[in-house]
Each structure stands twice: as C-alpha cells, then as structure tokens.
Nanobody, 125 residues
C-alpha cells in the first residue's frame, strides 16, 4: 500500500508562486510514476502534470505549460509541483497520485492507483 501526503497549499495573489510537495511511503518511491491533478468546485478532477519513475520525462496540461514544473527526489521520496505566475483559474484542490504498474497514459486519471487527501490552492485576483 502506498500513502501520499500533500503539503504546501495556501492563499496567494495572482502572479504569485506556490510549491506543493507530495511525500510518499509504503513502497520504493523509484518504482512509482507520479502525477498531480486538480479539482475545482463543481468540476471534474483534471490532469496537471506527471513525471516518470526515473524523472526523465515530464508531462503537462496545456493550461500550465511554462508556468508549472514537476520534479521528484527519489532519495527523499517526494514529488513537487512548483507553480509560478498563478492565475485565479488555478484555484482548486490539488491531488498527488501514484501508479505502481507503469501503465501508459500519464494524463489519464485511470492510470493512478493511489491518491493523497488533497491540498487547497486559492489564487486571488
């Protein structure tokens, strides 16, 4: 079983930055593909970013390309999401997710077996 705990959410003004962190336990971290999703009120949970287990390849939603950066530290068992130039439309609960089966489809919510509890990000205009 994999446990994921997000941290780093909060309230920030438009144009500001936040860094989210996801701490994983219960399995060798380097055997997990990691992703970040977000869900705004009344909307579906959407893909934000993903990173392969080696960290060699990253994927981003078009809406965050050039502003967000996903990274991981396999020695510290963490996957981070650096968010810059934040916009009010980035407001959502952000979830960390993990896949242990090395499935394809990094942007697909069905790839991921394990989820954190979420952390709120609010961007004021």
């Amino acid at each position: 079983q994999v446990q994921l705990v997000e941290s780093g959410g909060g309230l920030v003004q438009a144009g500001g930055s936040l860094r989210l962190s996801c701490a994983a336990s219960g399995r060798t971290f380097s055997t997990l593909d990691m992703g970040w999703f977000r869900q705004a009120p009344g909307k579906e949970r959407d893909f934000v970013a993903a990173i392969t287990r080696s960290g060699g390849t990253t994927y981003y939603a078009d809406s965050v390309k050039g502003r967000f950066t996903i990274s991981r530290d396999n020695a510290k068992n963490t996957a981070d999401l650096q968010m810059n130039s934040l916009k009010p439309e980035d407001t959502a609960v952000y979830y960390c997710a993990a896949d242990k089966y090395d499935r394809m489809g990094y942007t697909n919510i069905r790839k991921y077996d394990y989820w954190g509890q979420g952390t709120q990000v609010t961007v004021s205009s």
